[in-house]
């Protein structure tokens, strides 16, 4: 389970929105399993409207600010624009860090965006509850 502020749904979905048709991605940050703060990065992917990747400088200095902040690495998020919010093959194969929640903004219906979690460990997916706070 991920406890999430409904504002930081709100910002993901937005982000996800306003970069149609373009995938977009980011890093979450927290304790104990609590997001207590979102990082929107850019997707550097040759081609964003199938799928992203972080750019490397930028997941760094974050990284960095996450763990001068106290925190840990809780969620990686990006967005499907055409497709369900559920990980592809590209999303699993790219899954390196165990430890995080990947969360899947569906933009299938812009109007009302689809967020799920997952955590996904040696290639197997398990649907993970969002709570909002």
């Not at 048709?21 to 979102?38: D, F, H, Q, T, Y």
């Not at 925190?71 to 624009?81: Q, V």
Request: proline fraction near 5%; hydrophobic fraction near 40%; aromatic fraction near 8%.
């Amino acid at each position: 389970m991920i406890q999430i502020k409904n504002e930081f749904l709100i910002e993901m979905a937005g982000h996800a929105k306003s970069s149609l048709p373009n995938e977009v991605c980011g890093l979450l940050a927290g304790r104990g399993g609590e997001i207590s703060k979102l990082f929107r990065l850019t997707n550097t992917s040759d081609t964003p409207e199938l799928c992203y990747f972080m750019d490397a400088k930028e997941q760094f200095k974050t990284m960095k600010e996450i763990r001068q902040l106290g925190l840990e690495l809780a969620g990686i998020y990006h967005s499907h624009p055409e497709s369900v919010a559920y990980p592809s093959a590209k999303d699993v194969e790219l899954a390196y860090y165990p430890e995080a929640i990947y969360i899947i903004i569906s933009m299938k219906d812009p109007i009302k965006p689809l967020i799920k979690a997952f955590k996904i460990v040696d290639g197997q997916i398990t649907e993970e509850e969002i709570k909002v706070i």
